[in-house]
C-alpha cells in the first residue's frame, strides 16, 4: 500500500479554474488535471522566482518532492498546450486530505 501524501502549504484558489483553447466547446475537450500542489509548485518556482529548496520551505515539503511537482506539472500544462485539451487546476486535490484552517494558517503562500 502506498504511503500517504503529506500535506502540503498551498495557496487557496477558490474552487475549480478551468482554462481550455478559445472556438472549441468543452465538451470536446479532453480534460487534464494539474492538482493543486503541482500549480503550487510553479507558482513559486517560474512565477515568484524561488529555488527549489525555497519552493520546498514554503509548502513544507523536500526539495525532491519540489522537482517532481514541477515536472509533471509542466508535463501536463505543455501537453494541454500542444493538443488543445481543458486544463483544470481544483483545490479538493489538497483540501481533501484533512487539510484544517489552522494547518492553513502555519503556512506561508503568500
Given at each position: 500500500?502506498?504511503?500517504?501524501?503529506?500535506?502540503?502549504?498551498?495557496r487557496y484558489?477558490?474552487?475549480?479554474?478551468?482554462?481550455?483553447p478559445?472556438?472549441?466547446?468543452a465538451?470536446?475537450?479532453?480534460?487534464?488535471?494539474?492538482?493543486?500542489?503541482?500549480?503550487?509548485?510553479?507558482?513559486?518556482?517560474?512565477?515568484?522566482?524561488r529555488?527549489q529548496?525555497?519552493?520546498?520551505?514554503?509548502?513544507?515539503?523536500?526539495?525532491?518532492?519540489?522537482?517532481?511537482?514541477?515536472r509533471?506539472?509542466?508535463a501536463?500544462?505543455?501537453?494541454?498546450?500542444?493538443?488543445?485539451k481543458?486544463?483544470?487546476?481544483n483545490?479538493?486535490?489538497?483540501?481533501?486530505?484533512?487539510?484544517?484552517?489552522?494547518?492553513?494558517?502555519?503556512?506561508?503562500t503568500d
Amino acid at each position: 500500500m502506498p504511503r500517504h501524501k503529506k500535506r502540503r502549504c498551498c495557496r487557496y484558489l477558490g474552487g475549480k479554474k478551468v482554462f481550455k483553447p478559445i472556438a472549441i466547446p468543452a465538451v470536446e475537450l479532453e480534460t487534464v488535471e494539474v492538482e493543486l500542489d503541482e500549480f503550487e509548485a510553479i507558482r513559486l518556482c517560474d512565477l515568484d522566482g524561488r529555488n527549489q529548496i525555497e519552493a520546498g520551505g514554503t509548502m513544507g515539503i523536500s526539495r525532491g518532492t519540489v522537482q517532481r511537482l514541477l515536472r509533471s506539472g509542466r508535463a501536463k500544462i505543455a501537453d494541454a498546450l500542444l493538443h488543445n485539451k481543458m486544463i483544470m487546476i481544483n483545490d479538493h486535490s489538497i483540501k481533501g486530505r484533512g487539510e484544517t484552517d489552522e494547518f492553513r494558517k502555519n503556512c506561508n503562500t503568500d
